[in-house]
């Protein structure tokens, strides 16, 4: 018995269960922390920083390229009504569509405000100076399809000088990017001229006009924000319709010739734009 009694105090047996269940405990809890841990570290990693909110006012400078397109329409009516079939065929040749390109230089202002998770809604105001030149179009009727002789002259002009636009825009983030849609009212000048003329008779019509027109807007757009917030890019299309345009004149002669030219003018906008927001 006593050497049993040493034994039992030199080796217990309440340690070795003890140290057993230690060691036991120590893999278990290693073998479901780490797993846990190494999945929380995943998880971090593909969610990445938390996307920057679309909030707040932002201004910028842009340059575009600019397409005008204009319908123009000649009328015809006075004494021009005794002569109908000169008349008609008149008319319909000298209904006609041309365009010219140029550039367009501004700047803008405007706000957004994202609601919904990432519903973006804002409202922009930009201001832009055209060159939008060398639009001149010029062709030769013959007051009947079967005829080459009593040739008429037409030439037709327009230009813009600029452009406004008021709108709001609507888009939907995806973190750094947004893309939208935009709509809304557009000013600009319309300088246009017209002659029509009869060579070697001497017949003249000539007149212009040049005033502001108030008109609509429809487009999109994508912006990029960059790793810092404040700065961005942008690339946008916008469709641009100004209505109709014209003026009337009588002939050179006095005779009652009366000749009515108008203009539908539209006009597509490709835009670039840098902006700093705040």
């Known amino acids: 018995m006593r050497d049993f009694a040493s034994r039992s105090r030199e080796k217990p047996l309440d340690g070795l269960v003890f140290f057993g269940q230690t060691e036991a405990m120590k893999q278990l809890i290693s073998l479901t922390i780490l797993p846990c841990a190494c999945a929380a570290l995943a998880l971090t990693a593909v969610a990445g920083p938390e996307c920057p909110s679309w909030t707040g006012f932002e201004v910028g400078g842009f340059g575009a390229f600019v397409e005008g397109v204009a319908d123009t329409h000649l009328d015809l009516t006075g004494t021009w009504e005794e002569f109908h079939d000169v008349e008609v065929n008149l008319q319909n040749r000298g209904n006609r569509s041309f365009s010219t ?39 030769f009727l013959a007051t009947s399809p079967d005829e080459d002789t009593d040739l008429f002259a037409a030439e037709a002009s327009f230009k813009t000088h600029y452009l406004l636009t008021l709108g709001g825009k609507l888009g939907y983030a995806f973190c750094h990017w947004l893309p939208y849609v935009t709509g809304g009212a557009a000013w600009g000048d319309t300088d246009i001229s017209g002659r029509f003329a009869e060579p070697g008779e001497g017949l003249l019509f000539e007149g212009s006009r040049d005033n502001t027109h108030t008109g609509w807007f429809v487009g999109g757009g994508l912006e ?30 006095g005779e009652g010739f009366i000749t009515h030219r108008s203009v539908d003018l539209r006009e597509h906008v490709a835009q670039f734009a840098i902006i700093y927001a705040f």
Do not use: K
């Open 224 to 253: 990029y924000m960059f790793g810092n917030p404040h700065w961005r890019l942008r690339a946008q299309y916008q469709f641009v319709d100004f209505g109709s345009t014209g003026f009337t004149r009588e002939d050179n002669f």
């Open 101 to 139: 390109g140029g550039g367009e230089i501004g700047g803008f202002l405007g706000y957004n405000y994202q609601f919904a998770g990432n519903w973006v809604i804002g409202a922009e105001f930009d201001g832009g100076y055209m060159f939008l030149r060398n639009s001149e179009e010029r062709q």
